[in-house]
């Protein structure tokens, strides 16, 4: 009811204010015997963390995850990994940069374009230190859980990667298949492409200096999905990987493929043809994004995710306070002018968690592999 | 598992296949006492029905929903309506315009662009008649469903309505608050803008004496919505709209509020200020369509939902066999040049029904009103 | 929220009111490819049927399942069966037999024992018609999803079999595997044991000719389910038999195993020893009734439901009306002095459908069937 | 589908082995603004704790509870309490008194009536540390979990309180409602009758004495709960109190009102008469024990719960290793005699946590709430 938890056959639950004592996670269905590599998950972590990149706010947390349950540690295991246990596999990140006082003057604020005033609507209080809840320190969380499903996906040769491909006025033009993705996590603005890069990393210097906020896009793609992933009436793969990415913070808007751009095309140049090639059977086109009728088709899956850009900046807006009365925000504290760097690890461990969830869904789709021989 | 039920507390299950005995529905979770007119719920199927606007498919259903239970059917109610009795309002929708020859082609064929072969891949065999449970029909059954929805937003007061506001390169330029909304049934597009309209209309009729098919996009506004609304982390009430959406058949994209435009925005402009009206505490703007942090926060909540053009088009394309080898595909049959105006009553009956379930779910937000008076 | 729907992976929505136009439901999860024998599922549903043992109610309903959607009828298909198409199976019962007039005096009647007050209390209306949703008649819609679940069962060689073990004093004293219980369907009383069953019909028989009614047991066997079934903690096997049990009509008691004895008993006579067998590690005797820790070890599952005695009697009785007066209650029409008999296929059919869920649940258990040949 | 949340509405996901880093819980949907006393939480803690009766097992966790998140700590609160926020309450206790040397002969050995086997047939490998995720003390979250929820109740008047009523052969013979049920947690044995409770106390002795185990039987009662809840078909109040009491380790059985007793009975004595008393309209019986066609009618809830004997005893017995082969087994720990002393505060938890999650379920019943004056 409250919609803390995420998923169907891979689930995730998270919970947490921003300073409160910690947050953290249950993921619950990650499958027996998977074998799960504890630092690469704290590396995923790093990647989202205030301070990962030059970018962003210089909050510093360490963010260590801690493991709780779930896991058998291996004891000699030769290659030092985890197995999951079948069982749930909780986790925390204790909470330790607070600075409480920056936040004593917003206990009584509305923000522009914040969460305060409708969580106090929906709940009649709200812990209004760091966001509370509402905080993307939570995303944190996500990462974690999004970490042990790719290492699920791995195993079936899945590859989730996303980077920035637009920063305010600055859009990254190159096609995907072009560059070498891989590069991603060497770019502080964690766009694939070095000129690109150059200049959104000015613009949002610029906007920094301004004391302002700048908006932006990060687009994903997962290469290696099977075919038949996504269950075709309200569960379409698309529909649970948007509402996956429209639950992140600051984002609005969610397409696949071909996405807005196809409400001004015509059916004869939007249709993927079919085509063989060596593998068999593909489409010579992808404008469906990987995904027909909600079904995962063996191609690419592409997706693009708006963000606006943050509420919180230097420059003064009309706020209001709990009265109701009209009052000036001037932000002082360390803040992001631009989300999109560090929301690359969120968006692709929302959607390595949609994935898995689709892949352990599907294992019942036929009845074949629950038929005896004789079937 | 297999996704076709809808909602946490309002909740659609959906079923049938377009050219089976029936399609059909059943909505749980609709409070007891709740009054229906059931001639309203028929006339809004009405609308979503294949020769609705002369701009659709010829196919003539004349789609009749009766319902099965749930309801009490009143014994001299003087207003002739039903009583919902909080038990599950069951409804079937018979199917009746079989033409099961013009399908019978399509039996071994994969067209570009539909869900043919993924369903194949996904479940290993489907009914290939008309599409099977792939086709557009089944949304009748959530038009229904949505009307139930309404009925129960009608005693808050939310109003709900969607227009189409671009066909390929006609984009509707006036924003929704200076037309007359009520309108959009009027318009054979279903666009309250009547220049707009002729030529979206113009538009169409080209494509389909070309043989083609056209994409477009559907907005919708929904007033009244009290603040409060939606559930602030994964369930965030636009996530919980862009799955609705997403859901929908030829849907390639959600926004919400400023959306894509988000991303090229500065936060100093895009932020909505608050002000102070006779009504209270308002924002002068309303980027953030009407939902801040995931809850709506009572202004109006505004979206937009892109649909790429119908895959079917009598033009020769590029299809498959089931044995994987080329095979030109050339569709004969009746069928939409354009999706949207008929796509309206989709978009505002997944709306409604997300509007309705997220109000069901907020009762119990608060402990007040489990709080006995000393509490 | 309302609880019409059952089970997770194989899952069940019910619908319909005893005297409206139809009862029915929709199983969802049904694997694709499943070959169904629609004949059978008839002949499950009739032995449910009031008048399918001289015992019951004469009430004569023909009870024609017609299956609406989901299913592939099979062109040719040699063995004449239908072929699931992994979509919702849906199908309606129409009802026929009605006599409203016998009922209009239970409008504003309370009759003891039954849930006319309760619903009333909790919905502030109900359909008083043959006591509406709360009738009996519901269950025959959960035979259906039974029947369907049986044939996924059949396919792992697991057989389900109920018997009535005990009416009022009358109790069966024989172990299960001493009988033949595919007798059970000869029987009139539905015990395999013919001395019995002919004690059990003569105290049916004097307690309707008391104008009284009685309780009694129904014990349910389940072989072949193969080990590791249920989920340990609050999913148990036998937790989901007991929620499934005591969501039937009239149904007091569920216990599994030793049951309540188990209460009276020491560990050193109560563990199942292990012992060696040719099909390899057993356990020697079965008082944890197949299931250990909430897991099935591979055993029979055994357990036992308790009903009470019908509430609606002949004979006098104090009632209420709806103002909350004193009114006496005779019933004169045409009701069951015993529901045992028609319970039987009512237990098995929940205990089909709980199996056939886990048995889907248990799919993602371990993470080897995803693994590909490297993992 | 690992089944580790229970609930709809109020919802507890528990995580944790016995000797892991920590058991601990997740509350999601307690309604925002419900003051928690975190010290009565603790206090109820410590009746479960092994030691908190003279008659359990000697290991001495402290138990701990630490709360994480999803509370206001109340800044100058006057009565210390803490204020629920809506968001999700995560709580941990540190496992503390481990001393895996221990168990370590058990990595390989299955004992008779545990769930070592069968938790190696279902997920392939298990923590065999304490029984891991099988062993009771998972059900201290459950506690925590219930006391959360109590104190909603509270403010309901809703009073829960669960006693002992059978160990082996030795019954209570009195009605609970001729004893004080408060004297319950000054009984050793949690049995309100004092010399009930000497009798079972000295056989509890006499079993440990021999180095074996006796079960036992819990009996609870819930005074004070509106009528209306419970969902009337698979949900019923008492299958969901069942599922969850059939959930706590060790039970073999539930029955609610007259339950088994039901299956002798005549409907002339069974059915509870309606009686008008000063309150109204009520039931002069209560073999209905509080629910009638699954909805609560405003009278106690009663209901019984029984427990096997643990499994665990000094006597050898016949147990199995890991290859298949025979092993004796002769446990030398510290071991409980018999758990239903310390199972009385779990059940009281189960039972509250249906309760609650039933209470805030029945909000949306009924349409009026949500009416506005003019409905």
Known sequence: MRGNTFGTAFRITTFGESHGAAIGGVVDGCPAGLALDLAVIQAELDRRRPGSTPLGTPRNEPDRVEFLSGLWMGEGRPDGKATALGTPIAFIIRNRDHRPEEYAQLKDLYRPGHADRTWDQKFGLRD?????????????????????????????????????????????????????????WQSDVRCPDPSTAERMIALIEAVRADGDSVGGRVSCVARGVPAGLGEP????????????MLGINAVKGFQIGSGFGAAGMRGSLHNDAYAIDGA??????????????GISNGEDIVFDVAFKPPSTIRLAQAGADRQGRPATVEATGRHDPCVVPRAVPVVEAMACIVLADHLLRNATAMAAPFRPTTG
Chains 1, 2, 3, 4 share one sequence.
């Open 280 to 293: 068999g059977l593909r489409t010579a086109s992808n404008r469906s994004g990987g995904v027909q009728g």
């Open 128 to 184: 209004h230190r760091g966001g509370g809840r509402s905080s993307a320190r939570e995303t944190a969380s996500r990462v974690v859980g999004g970490a042990i499903a790719r290492q699920l996906l791995d195993l079936q040769g899945i590859r989730v990667q996303a980077f920035v491909s637009q920063v305010g006025d600055v859009h990254l033009e190159r096609a995907y298949a072009e560059m070498d993705l891989s590069a991603v």
């Open 233 to 244: 009436v309200f569960d379409k793969l698309h529909a649970d990987l948007g509402r996956a």
